[in-house]
T-cell receptor, first 114, second 117 residues
Framework: ETGVTQSPTHLIKTRGQQVTLRCSSQSGHNTVSWYQQALGQGPQFIFQYYREEENGRGNFPPRFSGLQFPNYSSELNVNALELDDSALYLC?????????????FGAGSRLTVL | AQKITQTQPGMFVQEKEAVTLDCTYDTSDQSYGLFWYKQPSSGEMIFLIYQGSYDEQNATEGRYSLNFQKARKSANLVISASQLGDSAMYFCAMREGSWEYGNKLVFGAGTILRVKS
C-alpha cells in the first residue's frame, strides 16, 4: 500500500482564478472525501465520491466540484477563487471492507489566494 | 451546537509523563465512531486511535488509549510516556451513523500539545 498522495503541495492563486487539486488513493479505496482546513481550525467536510459519483456534500457552494477516476485518483476543482478559500485541502480514503475504520489522509495541498 | 468540543486549546507535558486530551461529543445516533488524529506542522493528518460506539472495551494503540465514557459523551485521549515527537496538534473527530452513510467526519477545534524536555 502506498498511502494517499496529494499534489501540488503548495500553490498560490489570485482571486477569480480556478484551481485543480489532485489526490491518489490506495487500491481498493473506492470512497474518497475532501476536507478544507482553514488556519487554526479543524478540517471541514467538502464532499465525497464513491465509484466516480458524488454521494455526500458539506456546506460548500457549487463552485467546489470534484471528479473521481477508476484508477483511484480524484480531483478537487474550485472556480472563482475567493480570499477565504486559502486553506489546507486534505484528501482522505478508506478501504471498502467490513471493519475498515481507518480514514487515511494525505499530506494536503496548501492553497493561498491573493 | 458543536458536535465535537475540545476545551483545551493548548497543553504542556513533561517528557516521559502521561497526558490526557479532552473531547466531548454530541450526537443522537446510536451508531457512531470516534477518532483521534495527530497533525504535525507538516500538515498530514495521522490516525491514532478509533472507538466504535458499541465497543465495550476502551481502545488502545501502543502508547495511546481512548477513555470512552458513553454516558458522559466523552472520548478523552491518553498518551503515556510522552516523547518530544508527540508535540503536534491533536484532533478529536466523530463519524455519525455507520460507514454506509459515507466518510464524513466532524472535527473539533484541536488541542496543541507541547512536550518539554
Amino acid at each position: 500500500e502506498t498511502g494517499v498522495t496529494q499534489s501540488p503541495t503548495h500553490l498560490i492563486k489570485t482571486r477569480g482564478q480556478q484551481v485543480t487539486l489532485r489526490c491518489s488513493s490506495q487500491s481498493g479505496h473506492n470512497t474518497v472525501s475532501w476536507y478544507q482546513q482553514a488556519l487554526g481550525q479543524g478540517p471541514q467536510f467538502i464532499f465525497q465520491y464513491y465509484r466516480e459519483e458524488e454521494n455526500g456534500r458539506g456546506n460548500f457552494p457549487p463552485r467546489f466540484s470534484g471528479l473521481q477516476f477508476p484508477n483511484y485518483s480524484s480531483e478537487l476543482n474550485v472556480n472563482a477563487l475567493e480570499l477565504d478559500d486559502s486553506a489546507l485541502y486534505l484528501c482522505a480514503s478508506r478501504a471498502d471492507r467490513a471493519g475498515a475504520n481507518v480514514l487515511t489522509f494525505g499530506a494536503g495541498s496548501r492553497l493561498t489566494v491573493l | 451546537a458543536q458536535k465535537i468540543t475540545q476545551t483545551q486549546p493548548g497543553m504542556f507535558v513533561q517528557e516521559k509523563e502521561a497526558v490526557t486530551l479532552d473531547c466531548t461529543y454530541d450526537t443522537s445516533d446510536q451508531s457512531y465512531g470516534l477518532f483521534w488524529y495527530k497533525q504535525p506542522s507538516s500538515g498530514e493528518m495521522i490516525f491514532l486511535i478509533y472507538q466504535g460506539s458499541y465497543d465495550e472495551q476502551n481502545a488502545t494503540e501502543g502508547r495511546y488509549s481512548l477513555n470512552f465514557q458513553k454516558a458522559r459523551k466523552s472520548a478523552n485521549l491518553v498518551i503515556s510516556a510522552s516523547q518530544l515527537g508527540d508535540s503536534a496538534m491533536y484532533f478529536c473527530a466523530m463519524r455519525e451513523g455507520s460507514w454506509e452513510y459515507g466518510n464524513k467526519l466532524v472535527f473539533g477545534a484541536g488541542t496543541i500539545l507541547r512536550v518539554k524536555s
